[in-house]
């Protein structure tokens, strides 16, 4: 049997000890003996709950135990998140977290003090809540190239297109209904703004690239000035609208085999019958294109007490499976800075007032792949053809002021 300790009995926390102890046959099978939860750290006490008995409010308590040998990080933030996972890497304590925030900003770190004190430092559950991801890519995808990652990343914005999309409802009312029903925060910027998708895009495209491909650096836009309108003329088109991360190898211009990475954050036109077309409501979807396999998709639940339960308590498999040593994860702490967004390519879907259209037509040319409206209507909308960035925004800025851009994938 495993001695373990949970970091953080809040949501996720608690449904790790859930699935420890529902599932504690299956754990049995992977782990003799099972893993116990022997402690449970939060400041809070839990006096209802039936593992009131194991919170301990002193981390001390924990690291002192001799016994503990893996513990799970489901505290979230920063501080003290790190110096806790830190000082029991030191103490050659495996930990395994769902915080993507730590991961993102420390993972190469705690990766290498880890490695330095024979235990590990896992965190499939930063990653697609419930969805085997990112250890599939290490492992069952280590030997292909990777040459693109798209996904879906954030259950709750996904939600909130998907009821825009059904319902033409709009983004604001939508948001507080999401709020209602406990699916967004309060405060919904991280997942609104896109910096949770773009958190975690960040960690896929490091372990893709094996650098570190920094947050800062990757272009993140939310999903705040989608409108109805914005749905109606993709609907009538074929297309739905998803946030996506998206990670893809870029062109190596200089020839000279530097690795370039484009990494984005940013909401797109999806064509109907493209795989993630599909992924509505909370769910994640996550498609790789590998030189090999080809493309692999990946499909679950992105969040939630137990799925994202489920993946953490994988990783605790994994590590108490190898105690003494260090489950490898290659991620050099040497930043690796992405294509800057100007010198991207995409695709551009463009609303403008129908007065500037024959300004709009002359500026774009044969810029424009396609034109969805019809002549008589108050608006002039397009599509353009696959062009870099920059150049798209130049030749906007002369034609006049957009109701809306959005990327097409
Ligand atoms: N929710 C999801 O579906 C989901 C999915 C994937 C990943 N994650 C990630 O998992 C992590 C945890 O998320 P969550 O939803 O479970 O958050 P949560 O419900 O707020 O749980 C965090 C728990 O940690 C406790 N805590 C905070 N600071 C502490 C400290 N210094 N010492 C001891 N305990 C402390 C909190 O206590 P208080 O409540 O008293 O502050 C709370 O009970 C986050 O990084 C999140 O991004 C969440």
């Not at 309060?186 to 920094?214: M, Q, Y």
């Not at 954050?265 to 993630?276: C, D, I, N, R, S």
Request: with cysteine; aromatic share 8%; hydrophobic share 40%.
């Amino acid at each position: 049997m495993i001695q373990a300790a949970i970091f953080g009995f809040g949501n996720i926390g608690s449904g790790v000890a859930a699935v420890l102890e529902e599932n504690c046959k299956q754990v049995a099978k992977a782990v003799p003996g099972g893993i116990h939860v022997k402690y449970i750290l939060d400041i809070r006490d839990f006096p209802d709950s039936p593992f009131a008995d194991r919170i301990v409010h002193d981390i001390d308590v924990i690291l002192s135990d001799p016994e503990i040998k893996v513990v799970c990080e489901t505290m979230g933030g920063k501080e003290p998140a790190f110096t806790f996972s830190k000082r029991a890497l030191e103490k050659g304590i495996s930990v395994c977290s769902s915080n993507k925030e730590l991961v993102e900003a420390f993972g190469p770190e705690l990766l290498r003090i880890a490695s330095e004190n024979h235990c590990s430092y896992l965190f499939e559950a930063s990653v697609g809540g419930g969805i085997p991801l990112l250890t599939p890519l290490l492992q069952n995808l280590a030997q292909e190239e990777i040459q693109s990652v798209t996904g879906i990343l954030n259950g709750t914005t996904n939600y909130i297109l998907t009821k825009m999309e059904r319902y033409g409802a709009d983004y604001a009312q939508v948001l507080k209904e999401a709020q209602d029903l406990g699916y967004a925060e309060r405060n919904p910027a991280a997942d609104v703004e896109g910096h949770d998708t773009g958190r975690k895009i960040s960690i896929i495209s490091s372990l893709i690239s094996g650098k570190t491909i920094r947050f800062d650096d990757i272009y993140t836009e939310g999903i705040t000035k989608i409108t109805p309108v914005d749905f109606t003329w993709a609907k009538a088109n074929g297309y739905s609208i998803k946030l996506l991360g998206r990670s893809k190898k870029a062109a190596d211009p200089s020839g000279d085999g530097t690795a370039q990475i484009e990494v984005m954050t940013a909401p797109f036109l999806v064509k109907e019958g493209h795989p993630l077309y599909g992924v509505c409501d909370v769910f994640n979807g996550v498609l790789v294109h590998g030189n090999m396999v080809d493309d692999v998709m990946f499909y679950g639940r992105g969040a939630g007490k137990l799925p994202t339960g489920s993946a953490v308590v994988a990783d605790m498999i994994l590590a108490a499976k190898n105690i003494g040593q260090t489950v490898p994860v290659e991620w050099n702490p040497e930043v690796l800075v992405p294509v800057p967004s100007g010198e991207c390519i995409n695709a551009f879907f463009v609303r403008m007032n129908s007065t500037d259209a024959e300004k709009t037509r002359t500026v774009f040319a044969d810029k424009i792949s396609a034109v969805w409206s019809a002549q008589d209507d108050a608006e002039f909308v397009f599509v353009t053809c696959q062009m870099q960035e920059n150049c798209f925004f130049d030749l906007l800025g002369k034609a006049g002021e957009a109701l809306s851009v959005i990327r097409v994938l």
